[in-house]
């Protein structure tokens, strides 16, 4: 059974930091372009973040470029998400998503990174950023 498990999230004051998680078991995504998603209450889910396998390339949303770096550790079957500078509308339900083995993370650019086109999901983790 495939599984991704994000953690990492909590409350934090704005300005402040969190690194999220994603575990990723039942198989390897060493093959695929993984992502980050958020979920606001009211709002459609949006993309955050993308690392191609191999991580030699990232992706960022304008909203989070240069306060997120998205990194992965094919050997632990992990992606992380590193959030600095934080801000009170950061505040989502984040999800962990994983491509279509073998589609590069440029094909999903090209497209702006649509959720319907990630094929995993993990169950998402609350962060919520104070003023």
């Known amino acids: 059974q495939v599984q991704l498990v994000e953690s990492g999230g909590g409350l934090v004051q704005a300005g402040g930091s969190l690194r999220l998680s994603c575990a990723a078991s039942?198989?390897?995504?060493?093959?695929?372009?993984m992502g980050w998603f958020r979920q606001a209450p009211g709002k459609k889910r949006e993309f955050v973040a993308a690392?191609?396998?191999?991580?030699?390339?990232?992706y960022y949303s304008d909203s989070v470029k240069g306060r997120f770096t998205i990194s992965r550790d094919d050997a632990k079957n992990t992606v992380y998400l590193q959030m600095n500078s934080l801000k009170p509308e950061d505040t989502a339900v984040y999800y962990c998503?994983?491509?279509?083995?073998?589609?590069?993370?440029?094909?999903?650019?090209?497209?702006?990174?649509?959720?319907?086109?990630?094929?995993?999901w993990g169950q998402g983790t609350q962060v919520t950023v104070s003023s």
């Open positions: 690392i191609t396998w191999g991580g030699d390339r990232t």
């Open positions: 039942g198989r390897t995504f060493s093959g695929n372009c």
């Open positions: 998503a994983a491509g279509v083995a073998k589609v590069s993370c440029s094909y999903y650019e090209s497209s702006g990174h649509l959720a319907g086109q990630y094929n995993y």
